[in-house]
């Protein structure tokens, strides 16, 4: 028997929702790092345009195929253009959804693991050579990373289970604001720290000559796969979205927020890492080694500690659980499953992925997929190839296919408000600049351009 769909219950709820699928790790280190290596706030600059002209546009583009049917993706392009081929590409949503996800959750265990030894005292009062073998020994360790991941599957699950509005929504109502609360006290304690002006000239500084192409590249890829762009998880969230939702004006306020958070990450973490010397190292490397490095030096490093991988920890589920609900809802709609059982097969689908990935530093390190592990692999193909492709897939949908009048109702809510600007804007941008852009990004990511020569 087919649920009912009920949907967000306040507009508030469904920002904080689809802010929280968008904020997540790459927010907190690989924004920050890639802004200080590219040229500071020349990179920040050209992210900003690239939000402009790629992001909102594919959000919105999502926003109205999910916001005008009420339906996961197959769903809506069945109603919305009877007949049409592009119906297939939803099985590339809910395929990318669930193999982000189950290598994303394994990095979620990683967080849980360090949480606790934070909490327990365990983690500080090391060397940075120490934590790097202690990062090594946990991931080898099956067990140990097996426990975490099935516990943050649990976790996220538990949430699912409690459906919209009691269950997504009641969590991310908390967890944003405190997320906020959270990233605001860590600046300010950054910023009052030794030298500190020298994480932030790191971070803002303007130098075009520091940026070039490689820059802006990774600019266009960093405003794609911040607002988690591609897999159909703003489809799915906007088709619980109520009928007077303002979509453009709710698309501005999600980029903006999602875009906050990550530089206030940067003021966050560079004004400590350039206050005791570090090296403002990317991925694990700064979050599992160089940070907790750092904690141990300051007054009070425990509160600190704990209190960032609690930071971490609300960024990883409130994205997990919006991987997690894209074949949720795609089971509900197009297989008439109750919401529980739609949870219990993605349940299962996710947690083999994940164990998978999970083991694959330990037990399955000797299993290669081109040349990768399993968890490099997944970590490869979900955002260089899923999320690519059906970013421009629904670029070309929306911009190409759909009719004009589909998309003016949902930019003026049946006529209520005017789109002068917009439509004309969200249609060019759609049409021209994101199906370029997205190669581009494909062809830097695969390393076809370095193989040219170009970058």
Request: charged share 15%; with cysteine.
């Amino acid at each position: 028997m087919k649920e009912k769909r009920l949907g967000f219950a306040t507009r508030m709820g469904a920002i904080a929702a689809t802010v929280g699928s968008a904020v997540g790790l790459g927010n907190i280190w690989r924004f920050p790092y890639q802004a200080g290596e590219n040229g500071g706030g020349a990179y920040i600059l050209v992210y900003l345009i690239c939000v402009v002209l790629l992001g909102i546009p594919i959000m919105m583009s999502e926003f109205i195929i999910g916001s005008s049917t009420h339906k996961s993706m197959k769903g809506a392009v069945q109603q919305l253009t009877p007949g049409s081929p592009f119906k297939i590409f939803a099985y590339v949503g809910v395929l990318g959804a669930l193999l982000i996800c189950g290598y994303y959750c394994v990095v979620c265990g990683w967080v849980i693991e360090y949480l606790w030894a934070s909490a327990s005292g365990t983690l500080l009062g090391h060397s940075p050579e120490e934590y790097d073998t202690i990062f090594k020994t946990f991931v080898s360790s099956p067990d140990r990373c097996l426990l975490w991941t099935l516990l943050f599957l649990v976790l996220n699950f538990l949430v699912l289970s409690r459906g919209i509005k009691n269950g997504i929504e009641r969590l991310s109502n908390v967890m944003m604001p405190l997320l906020f609360l959270l990233l605001i006290v860590f600046c300010v304690n950054s910023l009052l720290l030794p030298d500190s002006d020298d994480g932030m000239d790191f971070l803002f500084n303007i130098d075009f000559y520091e940026l070039g192409w490689k820059g802006v590249v990774d600019a266009m890829g960093q405003a794609f796969m911040s607002l988690s762009l591609g897999v159909t998880c703003l489809i799915t969230y906007s088709s619980y979205f109520k009928e007077d939702t303002r979509l453009m004006r709710d698309a501005v306020t999600i980029s903006a927020l999602d875009t906050l958070v990550a530089i206030l990450a940067g003021i966050v973490i560079f004004p400590a890492v350039f206050s005791f010397d570090m090296q403002p190292n990317a991925g694990p490397d700064l979050i599992f080694n160089t940070l907790p490095t750092i904690f141990q030096q300051m007054p009070g490093g425990i509160v600190w500690a704990v209190a960032f991988f609690v930071l971490l920890f609300f960024a990883s589920i409130t994205s997990t659980i919006s991987l997690s609900e894209i074949p949720v809802t795609f089971l509900i709609d197009e297989y008439k499953m109750s919401r529980g059982k739609a949870i219990a097969i993605t349940a299962v689908l996710m947690t083999v992925i994940s164990v998978l990935s999970a083991l694959s530093f330990s037990t399955l390190s000797d299993v290669k997929l081109f040349d990768k592990n399993i968890f490099d692999f997944l970590d490869y193909v979900g955002p260089n190839f899923f999320m690519l492709l059906g970013g421009l897939v629904t670029a070309i949908y929306v911009g190409w296919v759909l009719k004009k009048d589909v998309i003016h109702k949902q930019l003026t809510n049946g006529g209520k408000h005017k789109s002068r600007f917009v439509q004309p804007y969200i249609i060019f941008c759609l049409r021209y600049i994101a199906p370029v852009a997205i190669v581009i990004i494909f062809l830097y990511y695969t390393g076809v351009l370095k193989y040219l020569d170009l970058f």
